[in-house]
């Protein structure tokens, strides 16, 4: 008679057949409540930490929404200030790089005068 393998061992199995560490295996983790093979607590505690940092997000973002409205309220320009703390996140070598592209397409499509030149252009280099 051969023994049935529970979830917890097939789990294990697996992972051992595939060079996957145990640690990574959710069911093969003790000391946890098991349903099929899932430790419930931890799951719920997984579930439950996600729903309160969403909860923190909403509420980041109504707060961020409100400090925009104020600066549009009194004048300012939201879009410039968008593109002000865009520009800020960015390392000084990536923004340089950045407006170089961009400098370089406005030129291409006329938006922005050429640079003149300072000697007559018949003359050799």
């Given amino acids: ?15 051992d057949e595939n060079g996957i560490p145990r640690k990574y295996i959710p069911a093969a983790k003790k000391g946890h409540n098991r349903v099929g093979g899932v430790a419930v607590d931890w799951l719920k505690s997984i579930i439950s930490r996600v729903e309160r940092l969403e909860q923190e997000k909403a509420e980041i973002t109504a707060d961020i929404r409100d400090v925009f409205a104020e600066a549009k309220g009194n004048g300012f320009d939201v879009k410039a200030i968008r593109q002000i703390i865009k520009l800020r996140k960015q390392d000084a070598q990536e923004r340089e790089e950045e407006e170089t592209v ?20 018949s003359e050799e280099l």
Avoid: C, H, W
């Fill in 1 to 15: 008679m051969s023994k049935k393998e529970t979830d917890v061992e097939k789990f294990e199995r697996i992972a």
């Fill in 102 to 121: 961009l400098d370089t397409y406005l030129r291409a499509l006329g938006m922005i005068p050429q640079l003149e030149l300072d000697f007559d252009e």
